[in-house]
């Protein structure tokens, strides 16, 4: 299968999911606070889940904003998706941490 046809059904698959969690709940963003925990724990970025979770809660936006631009910072393609972008760098070679940005997700 081809590598952007998957990222689009998996990106699809998260928008889906997303939209239903906001669906039932009303609060999405805990669907997407998992993501910026995530990040954080791959590029080793100081914060706490507690405080993704606030971030996301009171200003869902912002905290999608500051992660896309963490993630383009770090040379993602965006139209890859997650897991396109981790098959490139594995098959690059690459480690999944680009250089370190001073500070993080605090911009």
Same mark, same amino acid.
């Given at each position: 299968?081809?590598?952007?046809?998957?990222?689009?059904?998996?990106? +699809?698959?998260? +928008?889906?999911?997303?939209?239903?969690?906001?669906?039932?709940?009303?609060?999405?963003?805990?669907?997407?606070?998992?993501?910026?925990?995530?990040?954080?724990?791959?590029?080793?970025?100081?914060?706490?889940?507690?405080?993704?979770?606030?971030?996301?809660?009171?200003?869902?936006?912002?905290?999608?904003?500051?992660?896309?631009?963490?993630?383009?910072?770090?040379?993602?393609?965006?139209?890859?998706?997650?897991?396109?972008?981790?098959?490139?760098?594995?098959?690059?070679?690459?480690?999944?941490?680009?250089?370190?940005?001073? +500070? +993080?997700?605090?911009?």
């Amino acid at each position: 299968m081809n590598e952007q046809v998957v990222s689009h059904a998996a990106c +699809g698959t998260a +928008g889906a999911l997303y939209a239903l969690i906001n669906a039932v709940t009303g609060c999405a963003c805990i669907y997407s606070c998992f993501y910026r925990g995530k990040m954080r724990a791959q590029y080793n970025i100081e914060g706490s889940d507690c405080g993704d979770c606030l971030k996301h809660f009171f200003c869902e936006l912002c905290a999608l904003t500051q992660q896309y631009r963490e993630l383009k910072n770090r040379g993602f393609n965006m139209d890859l998706g997650w897991a396109g972008n981790v098959q490139r760098q594995q098959n690059q070679g690459a480690a999944m941490g680009a250089p370190v940005f001073q +500070g +993080g997700m605090n911009r």
